[in-house]
């Protein structure tokens, strides 16, 4: 009794002084002290619910922003996305070290995409030594850390809880990327929906309009999944809204590679859908590619011939100036980006320049026949545009190779398990998985941005869900053949 007597005049007291001192400072125009229970929170958050800090990651992710003028190590990060990825990192590995049991089944679990994951993770580790600037390297790696340890083997604890919890990841992704493009849609509608307005109207949350085209795209299977599988009528009205601004969204951000990619993975749909058989696959790829073949010339010439511009808002023309190489800048400034990271690769082909030095390096190995109006001599424009020649002229071969193999075993492995699974939730779940990375790697032939929170969170997530499933939730269900 004496001792609860003592507590609570401890607590009332404490609670008295706190009110006392932030008075004193905001009638002196001081307001730090106002973020204090704000600060408590997130605390105990860290220590008591990991799960809840998951959700507001991901949830925080589409709204984030990067702080350019507020530099770390010379480099911008993401937020409040990073601050809190990079403490949840830290948490997680002291957790996970501190109670050997919260993670003792995934730790001792073989699975083919961890034990990928985990290579990656050292290789760019181990080129980061090597680099030509290491810490620009060093800081690549830990943010690819701060991505991969908690999407990936956080995130595989996460989904271990079944149905509930991953519809609650979707759903908070989704409605912060619904809050994001109704944001940039109102910003656009200001400026007559114009393509040039289309670059920015998306600042601070996306640094252009083809990043915000990509995680549209992504988005939009997920949205569907949720359409599909949602059963109460306000979740199905919220989701119908959503799909439909999603859609509107990304046909006004003006992203032909998100267009195409949309397309693509609708075709992907298709073959998983009616079952098409490996045979009739190859059929359908070696008589487009016969057809080229013998029309090479004929094709060249009308590529050659094709003058349509990307800055049209004519959505037919903006698909056909896909395949301007002559006069398109856009298109261009991508050749010559690309010619600059297999220049890089061949400078240094083992280790590579080092992680996430590519926009720091490549301007020396640029050809003057190459350069177009938006080339720089700095080399301050961005990265290589490629989800696949990034690695290889910052990884040198090992890293190329690695992320390759990366890729080909989450299709690989997602495309063996729809096919076999009999369970319908997962199987459409995981449909789902296999549509929405579709359209992100076919995108990443023409961008990169696996570097940022906006594609690793859902990217990574998508991964850590299809790996719970296969290990977890599929073998409690007991209905599967796979």
């Known amino acids: 009794m004496i001792a609860e007597f003592l507590s609570k005049r401890i607590s009332y007291g404490l609670m008295f002084l706190f009110i006392l001192l932030n008075s004193i400072l905001l009638y002196n125009d001081i307001y730090y002290l106002l973020a204090f229970p704000l600060i408590i929170l997130i605390i105990y958050l860290f220590i008591f619910s990991l799960d809840i800090v998951f959700l507001v990651i991901v949830f925080c992710t589409p709204l984030s922003f990067n702080f350019e003028n507020l530099d770390l190590l010379g480099i911008g990060f993401y937020f409040p996305t990073e601050p809190l990825l990079l403490i949840f990192t830290t948490v997680f590995i002291f957790k996970s070290l501190h109670k050997r049991s919260f993670n003792k089944d995934l ?17 760019i580790f181990t080129s980061s030594i090597v680099s030509e600037i290491p810490v620009v390297s060093f800081k690549f790696f830990l943010a690819r850390s701060w991505f991969m340890v908690p999407m990936i083997f956080y995130g595989i604890h996460f989904f271990k809880g079944g149905e509930r919890p991953i519809k609650q990841f979707f759903i908070v992704f989704l409605s912060s990327i619904v809050i994001v493009t109704l944001y940039t849609l109102i910003n656009h509608s200001m400026n007559s929906f114009s393509e040039e307005s289309g670059h920015w109207v998306m600042w601070p949350f996306f640094k252009d309009h083809t990043s915000y085209g990509a995680i549209l795209a992504l988005s939009i299977p997920i949205n569907i999944w949720l359409l599909y599988e949602s059963k109460k009528n306000l979740l199905r009205y919220f989701l119908l809204t959503s799909l ?34 490996l045979k009739f696959l190859i059929i359908l790829f070696i008589i487009p590619l016969l057809f080229i073949i013998i029309n090479l010339t004929d094709i060249s010439y009308l590529i050659q011939k094709n003058d349509a511009e990307h800055t049209t808002e004519n959505f037919s023309e903006r698909i056909e100036s896909m395949s301007n190489i002559s006069s398109d800048a856009s298109n261009l400034e991508r050749l010559n980006r690309w010619n600059c990271a297999i220049k890089l ?40 545009h490629s989800e696949y020649l990034g690695p290889l002229a910052e990884q040198g071969f090992i890293g190329f190779i690695i992320n390759l193999v990366l890729i080909g075993l989450i299709f690989t492995s997602t495309g063996f398990f729809y096919i076999n699974c009999e369970n319908q939730f997962y199987k459409n779940l995981t449909l789902m998985i296999i549509l929405s990375l579709t359209t992100y790697f076919t995108h990443g032939v023409l961008n990169n941005y696996l570097d940022t929170d906006k594609a690793a969170i859902p990217v990574w997530g998508l991964v850590a869900l299809f790996v719970a499933i296969k290990t977890y939730l599929i073998s409690n269900s007991e209905q599967t053949t796979y």
């Not at 001792?108 to 050292?122: A, C, E, F, G």
């Not at 280790?351 to 001599?377: C, E, H, M, R």
């Open 107 to 123: 730790l001792h679990y073989k699975d083919p995409l961890i034990i990928i994951v985990i290579v990656q993770l050292i290789w």
């Open 244 to 277: 439909i601004i999603l859609f509107v969204g990304l046909y006004f951000s003006y992203t032909r590679a998100a267009w195409l990619s949309i397309i693509l993975t609708f075709g992907v749909f298709l073959l998983y859908y009616f079952r098409i058989k």
């Open 345 to 384: 690769f061949y400078e240094k082909p083992f280790f590579g320049w080092g992680p996430g030095t590519y926009s720091f390096v490549y301007a020396p190995f640029q050809s003057s026949k190459d350069l177009t109006i938006i080339s720089t001599n700095f080399g301050d424009g961005g990265n290589a």
